[in-house]
T-cell receptor
Framework: QKEVEQNSGPLSVPEGAIASLNCTYSDRGSQSFFWYRQYSGKSPELIMSIYSNGDKEDGRFTAQLNKASQYVSLLIRDSQPSDSATYLCAVEGGQNFVFGPGTRLSVLP | GAGVSQSPSNKVTEKGKDVELRCDPISGHTALYWYRQSLGQGLEFLIYFQGNSAPDKSGLPSDRFSAERTGGSVSTLTIQRTQQEDSAVYLC?????????????FGPGTRLTVL
């Protein structure tokens, strides 16, 4: 059974701080990793994808991948109240995705 | 361009009735996925289509659930003899699946309420 784990939160950070979201996965053969943001009552929205070890930056977002440790993270710099949402980690398992349970982030003004 | 669309956006039905949920993927996307999300829960994979075939039906929770996709485009998820535990948001996603970069894009979902 392929599994993806995340801390459920809530993770609370003050406005302007760095939010760090973590995800571990069980399938060592996984090649593709994704972060989705889901606002309450809305559908998931893709914000980052990463395929190689190391860091990938896009604006205020940085995804980090370490395949040896089976670990992927998302850093959000200069966090804003509008970043408050649930963040879902997804790992490609074959031709399907396995989603983590999500981490609820709350950015406090 | 247009994203993934789903209809209806909301469906209220009585226990025991059949319902059909529709998904129209992004044009040109060959792969289509159905998920279910109960209130406050994570995403539960239901079924995956590549073209018109469904190589992975492992997530369908019971034989009351079925899905089809015709013409490599629109998909319909059918739930027969609905039960109250079927109440959830049903999400559809599509992807290009032409490379290893299998980014899935979600529709707005159908909120199903079984009374």
């Amino acid at each position: 059974q392929k599994e993806v784990e995340q801390n459920s939160g809530p993770l609370s950070v003050p406005e302007g701080a760095i939010a760090s979201l973590n995800c571990t996965y069980s399938d060592r053969g996984s090649q593709s990793f994704f972060w989705y943001r889901q606002y309450s009552g809305k559908s998931p929205e893709l914000i980052m994808s990463i395929y190689s070890n190391g860091d990938k930056e896009d604006g205020r977002f940085t995804a980090q991948l370490n395949k040896a440790s089976q670990y992927v993270s998302l850093l959000i710099r200069d966090s804003q109240p509008s970043d408050s949402a649930t963040y879902l980690c997804a790992v490609e398992g074959g031709q399907n995705f396995v989603f983590g349970p999500g981490t609820r982030l709350s950015v406090l003004p | 361009g247009a994203g993934v669309s789903q209809s209806p956006s909301n469906k209220v039905t009585e226990k025991g009735k059949d319902v059909e949920l529709r998904c129209d993927p992004i044009s040109g996307h060959t792969a289509l996925y159905w998920y279910r999300q109960s209130l406050g829960q994570g995403l539960e994979f239901l079924i995956y289509f590549q073209g018109n075939s469904a190589p992975d039906k492992s997530g369908l929770p019971s034989d009351r659930f079925s899905a089809e996709r015709t013409g490599g485009s629109v998909s319909t998820l059918t739930i027969q003899r609905t039960q109250q535990e079927d109440s959830a948001v049903y999400l559809c996603a599509s992807s290009l699946l032409s490379t290893r970069y299998n980014e899935q894009f979600f529709g707005p979902g159908t909120r199903l309420t079984v009374l």
